[in-house]
């Protein structure tokens, strides 16, 4: 890969209406399997863990996870690698001890801390007091986008646009129309 040029990348999304997609088992499993989809040596980790597990009678650790993507991480004279987090506010954070959200909050801590230069993240979340304290120590950019004026604009853009084009809401009154606008506008808070 590096001699081409050419990058490696994993994104994973957090979706809250899907719970097979909030926990820390299924976002190093994705990398995993994304990483080994992109080179043969990577596939090479993914199929020692799969031995190691008696090729599939046995389901791995969300330890021998997390050791197998870091194993690729680590691995010498890689190309570059973009690993991509959307929407980890959407991880629950509510039952169980660790939390759903504290258990991939400790993933990403151990593979972010690695702090290897051809490794490269993008972790996405709304503003939360735990995902700013676990990872913000190890940003080296934090964009808050609900702040940016141009985040908002494109909101206020976004909700004229519904106000004023969909057929439902073309039946209510002018006043409720606006009102709807400016509430919406008010409290979007970049979302």
């Known amino acids: 890969m590096r001699k081409m040029g050419l990058a490696a990348v994993s994104f994973f999304y957090f979706d809250f209406r899907d719970g097979g997609k909030q926990d820390v088992r299924r976002l190093l499993s994705s990398i995993l399997i994304q990483l080994c989809d992109q080179s043969n040596r990577f596939y090479e980790i993914l199929l020692t863990l799969f031995s190691d597990h008696g090729c599939g009678s046995r389901q791995p650790s969300e330890g021998a996870l997390l050791e197998g993507v870091k194993t690729m991480l680590k691995l010498p004279g890689q190309g570059t690698l973009y690993l991509?987090?959307?929407?980890?506010?959407?991880?629950?954070?509510?039952?169980?001890?660790?939390?759903?959200?504290?258990?991939?909050?400790?993933?990403?801590?151990?593979?972010?801390?690695?702090?290897?230069?051809?490794?490269?993240?993008?972790?996405?979340?709304?503003?939360a007091i735990d995902i700013g304290d676990a990872l913000g120590p190890l940003a080296i950019h934090n964009v808050p986008l609900h702040m940016q004026a141009g985040q908002n604009l494109d909101i206020v853009s976004y909700?004229?646009?519904?106000?004023?084009?969909?057929?439902?809401?073309?039946?209510?009154?002018?006043?409720?129309?606006?009102l709807v606008i400016d509430t919406l506008t008010r409290k979007a808070g970049g979302m």
Request: glycine fraction near 4%; charged fraction near 25%; include cysteine.
């Open 84 to 127: 991509i987090i959307d929407a980890i506010d959407e991880c629950p954070n509510s039952a169980g001890y660790p939390t759903l959200r504290e258990q991939v909050l400790n993933a990403l801590k151990t593979l972010m801390g690695l702090k290897l230069p051809y490794v490269h993240f993008c972790v996405t979340s709304r503003p």
């Open 159 to 178: 909700i004229n646009n519904f106000v004023l084009t969909d057929p439902v809401v073309q039946r209510w009154r002018e006043e409720d129309k606006q």
